[in-house]
T-cell receptor, first 114, second 112 residues
């Protein structure tokens, strides 16, 4: 069984640019969540997708957007990058919605904004 | 809103010592509680979970008990190994959704 994969592993961008991060969920999982983890901090919830629809959003501005595709893979897009967007971006998938469901995390994409 | 508080600061201890990491939570409902571990350069791995009051989660010698009366979910291990060196995160997800709210994490360093 393939776990959650993310690409790219590392990325360097400059302020004002746009970036797209990709996530392939674990086989059979229909729910994908994205988190931002700043250095030395716990992950912060960005948003979640369930069966291709957004299902909740954390305290992030609209320049953070996403998609989920019919195969349940997902993209995170960030426009007009700012320096404090530098972080590890984690994707997690779960079999279904529900607080008891375990979320399985990918290795993350480390974004550096210069 | 929902939140998780972990004890401040890194934890440094010798091999075979007893480990405790404190975690308390604030939630409007009855959340599920989780401990995740992050090894250097890697993503998060689920260590254990508990979904209702008085449940005990356990894995790899680690244990945590869901205490509703004290809103706590402290992580314990009786005898740590060097390979347990990592960052440990306490998290909750409230009923009705499975978005996770994380604590700030605790760096654990085990010295041989």
């Amino acid at each position: 069984e393939t776990g959650v994969t993310q690409s790219p592993t590392h990325l360097i961008k400059t302020r004002g640019q746009q970036v797209t991060l990709r996530c392939s969920s674990q086989s059979g999982h229909n729910t994908v969540s994205w988190y931002q983890q700043a250095l030395g901090q716990g992950p912060q919830f960005i948003f979640q997708y369930y069966r291709e629809e957004e299902n909740g959003r954390g305290n992030f501005p609209p320049r953070f957007s996403g998609l989920q595709f019919p195969n349940y893979s997902s993209e995170l897009n960030v426009n007009a990058l700012e320096l404090n967007d530098s972080a590890l971006y984690l994707c997690a998938s779960s079999l279904e919605l529900g607080s008891q469901e375990t979320q399985y995390f990918g290795p993350g994409t480390r974004l550096l904004v210069l | 809103g929902d939140s998780v508080t972990q004890m401040e600061g890194p934890v440094t201890l010798s091999e075979e010592a007893f480990l405790t990491i404190n975690c308390t939570y604030t939630a409007t409902g009855y959340p599920s509680l989780f401990w995740y571990v992050q090894y250097p350069g890697e993503g998060l791995q689920l260590l254990l979970k508990a979904t209702k009051a008085d449940d005990k989660g356990s894995n790899k010698g680690f244990e945590a008990t869901y205490r509703k009366e004290t809103t706590s979910f402290h992580l314990e291990k009786g005898s740590v190994q060097v390979s347990d060196s990592a960052v440990y995160f306490c998290a909750l997800s409230d009923k009705g959704n499975n978005r996770l709210a994380f604590g700030k994490g605790n760096q654990v360093v085990v010295i041989p």
